[in-house]
């Protein structure tokens, strides 16, 4: 059972994502979040291959210790995805509505001017 968990859970989704993600062209910042939550799960695999050899070798002290690190570092893994991606959506958001509104004061700066100049 535990082999078969590590089989389907772990490889065949780290696999998956590895295969889906081959071919994609993705601008530099985008790829490297992409592969910072590949990367969290496959540090969650290499946890639950740990975890399965303390199983496997019934090391009853260690294997406490492994299924802790395994769940915290799957919960880490799952929250760093959601937290990667709000943050780089605020600050592109930030960005752009910083871009837009220095065009946009631009655009009223040189309306004002040619207001003026009328009115001379």
Known sequence: MIIFELIISDVIIALLALHLLWGIKLPAKERM???????????????SVFRAVCQLEHLGGILRIAIDLELAVSLV????????????????????????SKSDSDIVFSQEVVSVEEDI
């Open 33 to 47: 979040i992409v592969l910072a939550a590949l990367s969290a799960s496959i540090i969650v695999t290499i946890v």
């Open 77 to 100: 893994a799952c929250n760093l995805s959601v937290a990667t991606t709000y943050i780089y959506r605020t600050a592109t958001h930030r960005r752009r509505s910083v871009s837009e």
